[in-house]
């Protein structure tokens, strides 16, 4: 086995592009997977939710709706089996390739003709794109492995939020620990950056969110928040989570300003702080040393 896995890396050294190559078509799958991932996971959570709230006030529930509740179709990641929205038409096998089938498919479902959302593809194909971007900057190396994996949860995290303005802790505290784990060695920063990282991480926005709350009433952000930047303090170290912030800060209200102008965003409506967390910790993961000279240099 440990053969197989030296020719395998000795392969990816000697040919460049069959690295990138299984890099893309790894990645390809592994978004066809996120795509359930980010589909789900809400919805299991959700069901958690509900009975959590049934085991604590079951004597108070309407008999009615908890016996409709207890009915409901429970969800995992591997069951039930992927289906048409629209139809129930059971997808198979051939109409599950990433990109591939959607584009055979003309994005219609088989079955009923019901369009299927380009979204779908666009997650696979980001995935890729990703994927590609962090094997053409790490090399063949153990930090592609693990900067890989969290550029899938991050893909995750994204999407959630922004469908449901939540950050799961089963996505965000795994990774957090992870990052702290893999930098034990130093393989990206040193341990003690690390450490201080993801308490720095976590502290700032969560005095940031108490003293917004103090001065105006309002939540501004969500706990899952604290908890994701913790996350990139843990894989950067503390020293690039000013320039991290300061970027989400900007795309955000950059969004946010233009989401009101021209999609009559109301200005009391909130909007998911976790996507800008989310793409400026990966762009600073990737560039970040880079970005901080030139940002020093400018100033």
């Not at 139809?87 to 479902?109: D, M, Q, T, V």
């Not at 959302?117 to 094997?135: K, N």
């Not at 893999?182 to 969110?209: C, M, T």
């Not at 009101?260 to 600073?284: C, D, M, V």
């Amino acid at each position: 086995m440990f053969d197989l896995f030296s020719q395998i890396i000795t392969a990816f050294n000697q040919y460049p592009s069959f690295f990138y190559t299984s890099v893309i078509v790894f990645s390809l799958l592994v978004g066809s997977f996120l795509n359930v991932v980010i589909y789900r996971l809400p919805k299991m959570l959700e069901q958690g939710w509900r009975q959590e709230c049934r085991t604590f006030i079951a004597d108070e529930l309407d008999k009615t709706k908890q016996k409709t509740s207890q009915q409901e179709t429970m969800v995992s990641l591997s069951k039930p089996n992927s289906t048409c929205p629209h139809c129930g038409h059971s997808i198979r096998f051939y109409e599950n390739i990433p990109l591939i089938s959607w584009l055979f498919l003309r994005g219609k479902c088989s079955q009923c003709q019901h369009k299927i959302s380009i979204r779908y593809p666009l997650v696979e194909a980001t995935t890729a794109i990703v994927g590609f971007l962090v094997a053409q900057h790490f090399g063949v190396s153990a930090t592609t492995f693990w900067v890989l994996l969290l550029s899938y949860a991050l893909i995750c995290l994204t999407l959630i939020d922004y469908d449901h303005m939540i950050l799961p802790d089963q996505i965000t505290l795994p990774f957090l620990w992870l990052g702290l784990l893999i930098n034990i060695n130093g393989l990206i920063v040193p341990l003690e950056d690390a450490v201080i990282g993801a308490a720095l991480g976590y502290s700032s926005l969560f005095s940031i969110f108490w003293l917004f709350k103090l001065l105006t009433g309002k939540e501004g952000m969500g706990y899952g928040d604290f908890k994701l930047l913790a996350l990139f303090g843990a894989w950067i170290g503390w020293q690039l989570l000013a320039i991290l912030i300061l970027m989400a800060s900007v795309v955000g209200a950059i969004i946010g300003i233009a989401l009101i102008l021209f999609k009559n965003h109301q200005r009391e409506q909130a909007i998911p702080f976790g996507p800008y967390l989310a793409i400026a910790g990966w762009i600073t993961l990737m560039w970040g040393e880079s970005i901080w000279q030139w940002y020093l240099k400018l100033i």
